[in-house]
């Protein structure tokens, strides 16, 4: 006992209790300025969103210590999503190449995402977040159309006998704009790149070809070459605007896919206050401003299957939300953008790609044949992921350079066996019955900003599955990382709807 009749023992638990507090405290702190790095960084930096997302698992890691209480919840999916996970590891065990497949099995390990977000999340957090997701997606647009207009790189005129991109498959036409990972905008800085290269550098090369992005490993560069008054040989003085919107990344698919899932949420965040006529005011044209910023986004990726895809989502959530003369509307909307958008296609890529009469989608046929005829072979446990790298040729696949097949379901299928695509199948089956009952129970409630994040993540679903049909989105680690994001806040909102109606219920 102290002077104030207080026992140690009590001195030492007040102490513990004030320990477990601010612990608590600084776990959720940690969580949210986790959150909102990734939600910045999410449509840019793959770099920046894991960073923030380590950040959002130390402080849940924190907490859950501190309180004794991991946060976590059994949800629809869990089943599935264990079936999923175990029949991958047995496809990786038994692949084609072992060595290979358990290696990639850590990029599966982005679904643990969707666990982390219903646990480390506050509902209040959800609307802030996305909004923020969505305004960093504006400006990666915004910046997209300064980059168009001021051009991209240097394009070449004409090239010298001697140049050592004659080695490359750099033609006059196309135009260079990152050399050595360093980006140039004329001949000049060109050349500078290479006098300071060492000799027996390797210099990598970014260039456009017909609105196309292409990489060459390397120039190797030598003292001869150095010596030279212009040691790239190359003649140009303008730069390109042919060339496909990625933001502030190279990767003009995972862009213009993370702009679909964003675009969704902002066009239902708008459409569920323009739903309720009490609450129509400049958030709704705020919204509905920033869904058509990011669909323009789409439009300049030159995304042929993004963009239906971002009309087949944008048509549901308009059928679900709005009016019959309020749904004419957005359906004439859509389809201008969808005419501009075929111009944009048009304009950007090679001749033929507007009506898939190019090389690029012959090719994607020709994997996807072989793809289905090798399924034959191993339906089972497939052929293991990546496995492929070191058989393409022996398998039959066209060319040198490996592709995956460009569709989700068949790629699944084709690595992992039928099993793991039917239960990836019940994933998002599950996903989209208690996404869509949520959003129903939400539709007539009060709480525009719920409703709107609810239907938005039903477009964005509808799309994401509309574009994975014919592309192989759902192994694009970041988009995968921003589709489970969302699936966790979609599940908090759709427990509190839950709850809600279990209270109004028992009243």
Request: charged residues 20%.
């Amino acid at each position: 006992m102290d002077s104030n009749g207080t026992s140690i023992y009590e001195e030492k638990e007040a102490g513990s209790a004030s320990l477990q507090t601010a612990t608590e405290r600084i776990g959720t702190r940690a969580s949210l300025c986790g959150f909102i790095l990734y939600a910045v960084f999410a449509p840019h930096s793959i770099a920046g969103a894991e960073i923030g997302l380590a950040l959002v698992a130390l402080g849940w890691l924190a907490r859950s210590l501190a309180t004794k209480r991991t946060g976590l919840r059994r949800t629809p999916q869990d089943l599935p999503i264990a079936l999923f996970l175990a029949w991958t590891l047995f496809s990786s065990i038994l692949s084609a190449e072992p060595g290979i497949s358990l290696a990639k099995f850590q990029s599966v390990c982005v679904l643990f995402l969707f666990y982390l977000t219903q646990a480390a999340m506050e509902r209040r957090w959800a609307l802030p977040l996305v909004a923020l997701m969505i305004l960093s997606g504006v400006a990666g647009v915004l910046w997209s159309v300064v980059d168009i207009a001021r051009g991209r790189g240097v394009r070449i005129e004409e090239m010298a006998e001697d140049s050592p991109f004659r080695l490359t498959p750099v033609q006059a036409g196309d135009a260079v704009w990152r050399i050595g990972q360093r980006r140039v905008s004329s001949i000049e800085e060109i050349d500078e790149a290479i006098r300071r290269a060492p000799p027996g550098a390797r210099l990598s090369v970014s260039f456009i070809t017909q609105g196309e992005h292409s990489e060459w490993p390397a120039i190797i560069i030598t003292d001869e070459a150095r010596a030279r008054p212009s040691p790239s040989g190359l003649k140009g003085t303008s730069p390109t605007h042919r060339f496909r919107a990625s933001g502030w990344t190279r990767h003009y698919e995972t862009f213009s896919e993370t702009l679909q899932i964003l675009a969704q949420l902002a066009l239902g965040l708008g459409l569920a206050r323009l739903r309720r006529r009490k609450m129509r005011g400049w958030r709704v044209w705020a919204w509905l401003t920033a869904s058509v910023v990011l669909a323009l986004g789409i439009m300049l990726t030159a995304m042929r299957t993004v963009l239906v895809a971002f009309a087949i989502g944008a048509s549901l959530l308009a059928w679900r939300a709005v009016r019959k003369g309020e749904r004419l509307l957005i359906y004439a909307a859509i389809l201008v953008m969808l005419v501009a958008g075929a111009l944009a296609v048009g304009r950007t890529r090679v001749s033929g790609a507007l009506s898939f009469q190019d090389a690029s989608t012959h090719l994607r046929l020709q994997v996807a044949g072989i793809a289905l005829k090798r399924l034959a072979i191993h339906p089972f446990f497939g052929h293991g992921m990546d496995a492929v790298k070191k058989h393409w040729t022996e398998w039959g696949f066209p060319g040198t350079d490996v592709i995956h097949t460009h569709s989700t379901p068949l790629q699944l299928a084709f690595e992992r066996g039928l099993p793991a695509l039917l239960f990836w199948l019940w994933i998002i089956a599950s996903f989209w019955m208690s996404t869509t009952r949520a959003e129903r129970l939400a539709r007539d409630s009060a709480d525009a900003n719920r409703h709107g994040l609810l239907l938005g993540a039903t477009g964005a679903l509808a799309g994401l599955l509309a574009s994975s049909l014919v592309n192989y989105n759902f192994g694009d680690g970041e988009v995968a990382l921003v589709f489970w994001w969302l699936m966790g806040i979609v599940t908090r909102c759709g427990t509190q709807n839950t709850e809600l109606r279990t209270q109004n219920e028992r009243q």
